[in-house]
């Protein structure tokens, strides 16, 4: 094999490499108050389930992509999220929510959300991702 071939196949490992990487979602979930001390920089992640008996607000004749409810992280921190997306189909069924967005004013803004849902068969997860 010629050296050419070499290191032409080489640099393409390397840059499929370096893809795979860099699309890969390596990201830390936090809780709301490690969140709330990172408000100014990027996406964030946090992990907890609906507060059922806390009220949710979606008014999709006023403004349809804004959903807003309360949510308790792992810590046990109850906090309002406003969701930038229409308010999912079987929400109040979700057993845990992964929201991904950011601190504003003390209230956590998520451009995306995936439900875990419970199934009888399997575990389901949905997909929620703002348009904005």
């Known amino acids: 094999?010629?050296?050419?071939?070499?290191?032409?196949?080489?640099?393409?490992?390397?840059?499929?490499?370096?893809?795979?990487?860099?699309?890969?979602?390596?990201?830390t979930y936090y809780t709301f108050a490690e969140a709330e001390l990172l408000e100014d920089e990027r996406n964030i992640k946090i992990i907890g389930q609906l507060s059922k008996d806390k009220e949710m607000v979606y008014n999709p004749e006023i403004d349809p992509n804004r959903?807003?409810?309360?949510?308790?992280?792992?810590?046990?921190?109850?906090?309002?999220?406003v969701l930038l997306s229409e308010k999912p189909q079987?929400?109040?069924?979700?057993?845990?929510l992964v929201l991904t967005g950011r601190f504003r004013d003390g209230?956590?803004?998520?451009?995306?959300?995936?439900?875990?849902?419970?199934?009888?068969?399997?575990?389901?997860?949905?997909?929620?991702?703002?348009?904005?």
Do not use: N, W
């Open 1 to 27: 094999m010629k050296k050419i071939h070499i290191v032409a196949g080489l640099l393409m490992a390397g840059a499929v490499l370096l893809f795979v990487i860099t699309s890969t979602d390596f990201g």
């Open 67 to 81: 959903f807003t409810f309360y949510m308790t992280d792992e810590e046990g921190d109850e906090r309002m999220v």
């Open 90 to 96: 079987d929400f109040e069924m979700s057993e845990q």
């Open 107 to 132: 209230i956590f803004v998520a451009r995306e959300m995936l439900m875990k849902c419970p199934s009888k068969y399997q575990d389901d997860e949905i997909f929620v991702r703002s348009e904005i």
